[in-house]
């Protein structure tokens, strides 16, 4: 396998918006094989950059799930929210209806999760080294 490493220090926010049958998303054999072949492109995309940032990592995982047609309505909605308040790095997490977002203004980011009623919980990534890595 191939792993890159992530090497940033940042706050990371997930905003619950509420559960999503992943069993509902899975059972259709057409999506998995998006969710197949854009998963590849994905991680070949991350694999071919030597120091992938944080950014990267949420750009790539928003054009995933946006190819995909895994972002509800109300997520998809939600980002676009996120881009017209200068908030450009939320993707959708694969457990549920959730968001992450990577904030250029974190107290910006907890308005407005406040203003949405959306439950939220603000993390960092340091002194980690998390890593993508595909097996062949």
Do not use: Y
């Amino acid at each position: 396998g191939i792993a890159n490493t992530i090497k940033d220090e940042s706050t990371i926010f997930l905003a619950f918006l509420g559960p999503l049958s992943t069993k509902d998303v899975l059972s259709s054999s057409m999506k998995m094989d998006k969710i197949t072949e854009f998963g590849e492109r994905s991680l070949d995309k991350l694999i071919a950059l030597k120091e992938p940032s944080i950014e990267d990592v949420m750009i790539i995982g928003r054009e995933f799930s946006e190819r995909c047609g895994l972002l509800t309505s109300r997520v998809q909605q939600l980002m676009q929210d996120l881009d017209q308040i200068g908030e450009p790095f939320s993707a959708m997490a694969m457990i549920g209806e959730t968001l992450i977002i990577k904030p250029n203004d974190v107290d910006l980011v907890k308005q407005w999760c406040r203003k949405h009623n959306i439950n939220f919980c603000q993390t960092s990534i340091t002194n980690q080294a998390p890593f993508v890595r595909k097996t062949e």
